[in-house]
């Protein structure tokens, strides 16, 4: 797969239907990591949550910035437009156990 770039442009919703769109998007990133935790956790109860938590707190504080920013839209009686720009990347990821072996 070369890389890709899909860009969604959506004028039609209303504000709360805009925000509510990518608060979604953002509560599925959480839930996904939520999950992956478990998955992790259910294999070694050691595991450590310091990376869920981490992406949580971004994710969090990510969801309270476009809240305040479609606060900031409501006051002015603004109508916004938004534009999502998706980059699909071919990469290849390698564990740590296998880049242990390449040194």
Do not use: C
């Not at 770039?5 to 004028?11: G, M, S």
């Not at 039609?12 to 998007?25: D, P």
């Not at 707190?57 to 479609?70: C, D, G, M, Q, S």
């Amino acid at each position: 797969m070369k890389n890709e770039k899909i860009i969604i442009e959506e004028n039609g919703l209303n504000n709360n239907g805009l925000r509510e769109l990518i608060l979604n998007m953002l509560n599925e990133q959480i839930n996904h990591y939520k999950v992956e935790y478990l998955s992790e956790w259910e294999k070694d109860h050691a595991t450590s949550k310091e990376f869920l938590n981490a992406k949580i707190e971004a994710l969090t504080a990510k969801k309270e910035e476009i809240n305040k920013v479609f606060a900031d839209i409501d006051l002015k009686d603004a109508s916004p437009k938004m534009m999502l720009s998706i980059n699909l990347e071919n990469t290849s990821v390698k564990h740590e156990k296998e880049l242990a072996y390449a040194n």
